[in-house]
């Protein structure tokens, strides 16, 4: 095991975070796949979900070649970013530019904090998507030859700004620790999840903004639970649609043993978490004062 991977499922087994591949130490065909993750969903940024999966041997290479062909045709971001958009709640709360500015939130800070919610409100539907198409192939669901994909004449939506670094939650003051583990896991006193979404990593850089975000999206969380409901059931619809279409290459098989129920296990946690994400994105993103732009910044007209 390469000692990347061995040092975050040591890490995972101390009961830390979930274990993760780092952007930054990736290489080799694990680089490669990262690149190409980022360019197909037209994001600066590998999501949480491919960077553990990362972590277990042989994982991330069998998904991303089932995955690939696909994305290369745009036939699942296309699907994901439809479903995404829809997936709103009845209420939607606004943070006023005031409140922003008397934070200590400036001009430049409220567009980097924009950025980071187009990202994730691009990355997220196509994540979740994908997710569910994997599982359908891990459970042996998906049986017979593909029918063939279209020509790959298809191309991804310009690609957003970099973002800034994530924050190291070790790093995290007590304070913002108290509101990413209300944010996600709904309660202040809960002991920290392992996966705590990368999200409210970028957006630790602004601890009013998370202020803010608790008073947006914890009154919600029953209508955010709703709408994450429904749009697990759409993806699954589609998922079931699209997972056919996809052919594992004959010399990559799933993670056998003990790697496979760790790949099991990240795909039911995942499936739960993502679509969460999916609404509260959207939702934050709404309620920035600059909120001209779509919450989900998908590649649809």
Not at 39 to 46: E, G, I, K
Not at 249 to 264: G, I, S
Request: hydrophobic share 50%.
């Amino acid at each position: 095991m390469p000692e990347t991977r061995s040092a975050a499922l040591a890490a995972e087994s101390a009961g830390q975070l979930l274990a993760e591949l780092p952007e930054a130490k990736a290489s080799g065909e694990l680089a490669r796949i990262y690149g190409e993750i980022r360019r197909l969903s037209a994001v600066p940024m590998v999501a949480l979900i491919y960077r553990h999966l990362a972590t277990i041997p042989g994982a991330l290479e069998w998904a991303w070649g089932l995955l690939e062909p696909a994305m290369r045709v745009g036939l699942l971001q296309q699907r994901a970013w439809q479903l995404g958009a829809a997936a709103v709640i009845p209420v939607q709360r606004a943070i006023a530019r005031a409140a922003l500015r008397a934070a200590g939130i400036g001009p430049a800070d409220e567009t980097a904090i924009t950025a980071v919610l187009d990202a994730y409100n691009r990355s997220n539907p196509v994540n979740i998507m994908a997710v569910r198409c994997l599982a359908l192939h891990l459970a042996g669901s998906v049986r017979g030859p593909a029918p063939a994909l279209p020509l790959p004449a298809w191309q991804p939506p310009a690609p957003l700004a970099p973002l800034p670094s994530m924050v190291d939650p070790g790093t995290m003051d007590a304070t913002v620790r108290e509101l990413v583990i209300l944010l996600a896991n709904r309660s202040e006193a809960a002991p920290p999840s392992p996966l705590w979404p990368s999200l409210y990593r970028h957006l630790a850089h602004w601890p009013a903004l998370l202020g803010y975000a608790s008073v947006v999206v914890v009154p919600e969380f029953a209508a955010i639970d709703a709408a994450a409901a429904r749009l697990r059931e759409q993806v699954g619809r589609a998922a079931a649609e699209l997972a056919p279409r996809m052919a594992a290459p004959k010399n990559l098989v799933p993670p056998a043993d003990a790697q496979r129920e760790r790949l099991q296990a990240a795909i039911d946690q995942f499936s739960l978490r993502i679509p969460e994400m999916v609404v509260i994105g959207g939702l934050l993103r709404r309620a920035m004062p600059s909120n001209a732009g779509r919450a989900n910044q998908g590649g649809i007209n």
